[in-house]
Every structure is written in C-alpha cells, then in structure tokens.
C-alpha cells in the first residue's frame, strides 16, 4: 500500500535502508486489515489489536514476534496509576507498534523524533529491528520512573505528616497513595516475565544479543518492581502507624474525660443533693452565706483529694 493509504488508514511509518516503523494509534478494524494485507500475521494476534482486555504476553512464530505489553500512565483526575496497552509486532526489517489508547506519550514521541531528525533515524533505524525494539522499550520503561518517584514523594510526605502533625486527611491521602500504588503493581508485575522471556530467548531474525540489550530493560523492571515493593512495606508501615496513633490520640482524650468527670462528679453529687426541696443539715435557706460557704469548700476539698490521689497513682 502507499503512503496515501497509511494516511487514511491512520497509519504513519518511516523508514531507513531495509527497516521500517510503522506507527499505529487507536487502531480499528480498517488498520487491522491493513496488517493483514500488509503483512502475513496470525488472525489471533490482529484480534488481539482490536481487543482493549489482552494481559501482557509474548508469542513467538518463526518469524517475528508479537507482544502485547502494558505501560503505566497516571490519571491526574482519580489520582491514580491505570495501565495502557501497546502491541508491538516486530520482524527481520519492520517494527509495528500500536498505542491502543493513544496515551503513551513516551511512544509518539520518539517516533515524531525519528521521523522528523534524521540522525534519530539513522541511530535507531540503521542498526536492526532488535536494536529499534530495544530503544522502543527502554524509552516506555523510562517513562515510568517520574511516576514511580511521584508515588515515593507521595509517601515521603505522608510520612512527615505523620511525623509532625498527624491529622484526620491522613488517612485519605494514606488511602488514595495505597490504591495508587497498588494500581501500579498490577501494571508492572505481568511486564517482568514477558520481558525475561525475551531476554532469554534466541530470535536470529532480530539480529541483536537479548541477554544483553533485553537484559538491560529487565534489570529496569525488576528495579521498579523492588521499588514498589519497598514502597508497599513502608505505606503498610504508615497505615499501621496511623492507626495507632489515632487510637492513642482518642484513647487520651477519653482519659482525660475520665478525670475531668472524676474530679466532678463528687461536687456535683453534693449540688444534686442539697439541690433537693427538703430540710437537709446546713441547709441554705437559713439566709446566712455560711452554709454556702461550706458546700462550696467541701466541693473544692472533695475535687482537690480526689486530683491528688490520681496524681499520686501517676495516672495524671
């Protein structure tokens, strides 16, 4: 097909010697049909593209290799880490990549590179598909390190919050930084045995050595992946601090009601009983303020030994 046809097709492609990228986003049926005419895939692997539910995975066929991978992207709206889809079909001289929902910006953007500089092109292109896939993951694989710095940021201030000041929006921000991160894991965790598998896998059309080239991009996984994990042990951490401190601070505050209605209920009991309307001993309807006097010195008395016993059993 011509360049016309890609166009219309929502296909964009560029080229160096025998190697050619081409570049799909949002594919639809018609782009599939393209593949299909363009290329001699698996009609499995072209329903994959239409698909929007695939889970991570690899597969092989004599000659070229299909993979659906999933890159994180971070929805500033919900707060939080959601996973989006790439296909990439790659050959002996041609590297199809599909951005199923258009939003891995790290994708388009080293495309628009290669396709616009032509010193990308002849770095990336001029080498071999294995050598492009290579860029192309490491570039995706790239993009989720400020991601992953954002949610260590995340916890490094609620954790100084903790620390300081501890109040009732912690446990919001606890929660909202724990569904983040456990987005992100469901993100990362599938990526690590697709790419291990094309670490160590022998692919003679890609012409490159996977230990070494994919054995770096899996090193990066499994680096982010140890990240996560540390970072799921310290939010864990923070939540269980939380909580306590939280039932520390109402289990002070019942304590300290406690003795404020210690110290008042013998007062109160005196008041509630001379408040009666009967002849009681020292009454207060003689019209002398002696009676009153003692009431209100017997009150302080009582209050006051009743401070002192619970300061003398250390529980003020």
Same mark, same amino acid.
């Given at each position: 097909m011509s360049s016309l046809?890609?166009?219309?097709?929502?296909?964009?492609?560029?080229?160096?010697?025998? /190697?050619?990228?081409?570049?799909?986003? !949002?594919?639809?049926?018609?782009?599939?049909?393209? +593949? @299909?005419?363009r290329f001699k895939? =698996?009609? /499995?692997?072209?329903? $994959?593209?239409? @698909?929007?539910?695939?889970?991570?995975?690899i597969d092989v066929y004599k000659d070229y290799l299909f993979m659906v991978l999933h890159f994180p992207i971070f929805d500033k709206e919900? !707060? *939080?880490?959601?996973?989006? &889809?790439? $296909?990439?079909?790659i050959g002996e001289n041609y590297v199809v990549t599909v951005d199923c929902s258009g939003d891995l910006k790290p994708l388009a953007k080293f495309f628009q590179e290669c396709e616009t500089d032509k010193n990308s092109r002849e770095r990336?292109?001029?080498? @071999?598909?294995?050598f492009l896939l290579y860029h192309i993951l490491d570039r995706l694989v790239g993009s989720c390190f400020p991601i992953l710095d954002k949610v260590t940021q995340n916890i490094d &201030? %609620? &954790? $100084?919050?903790? +620390?300081?000041?501890?109040?009732?929006? #912690?446990?919001?921000?606890?929660?909202?930084?724990?569904?983040d991160l456990i987005s992100f894991r469901r993100v990362? =965790?599938?990526?690590?045995?697709?790419?291990?598998?094309?670490?160590?896998?022998?692919?003679?059309?890609?012409?490159?050595?996977?230990? *070494?080239?994919?054995g770096d991009i899996a090193d990066h996984i499994r680096k982010i992946w140890g990240v996560l994990e540390d970072c799921k042990e310290v939010i864990d951490g923070l939540s269980d601090t939380s909580n306590w401190?939280? @039932? =520390?601070?109402?289990? &002070? *505050?019942?304590?300290?009601?406690?003795?404020i209605m210690g110290i008042l209920a013998p007062p109160t009991l005196i008041a509630? %009983?001379?408040?009666?309307?009967?002849?009681?001993?020292?009454?207060?309807?003689?019209?002398?303020? +002696?009676?009153?006097? %003692?009431?209100?010195?017997?009150?302080? %008395? #009582?209050?006051g030994a009743i401070f002192f016993y619970m300061r003398h059993r250390k529980y003020l």
């Open positions: 046809d890609q166009k219309e097709f929502n296909i964009r492609s560029v080229a160096k010697g025998k /190697l050619t990228w081409f570049y799909i986003e !949002r594919p639809t049926s018609k782009e599939v049909e393209f +593949l @299909s005419q895939f =698996h009609p /499995l692997d072209l329903d $994959d593209v239409i @698909s929007r539910i695939q889970r991570p995975k919900n !707060r *939080i880490t959601r996973p989006s &889809e790439t $296909d990439i079909f990336y292109l001029g080498r @071999s598909s294995g &201030e %609620i &954790e $100084d919050i903790i +620390l300081t000041r501890p109040i009732p929006g #912690t446990v919001r921000q606890i929660s909202l930084v724990r569904r990362i =965790h599938p990526q690590i045995a697709v790419i291990e598998t094309l670490e160590k896998g022998e692919y003679p059309f890609l012409k490159e050595e996977e230990e *070494i080239y994919f401190l939280t @039932s =520390h601070r109402i289990q &002070e *505050i019942m304590r300290l009601l406690t003795i509630s %009983i001379y408040g009666m309307n009967i002849p009681l001993p020292g009454g207060v309807n003689s019209g002398s303020l +002696l009676p009153l006097g %003692i009431l209100l010195a017997l009150m302080a %008395i #009582t209050a």
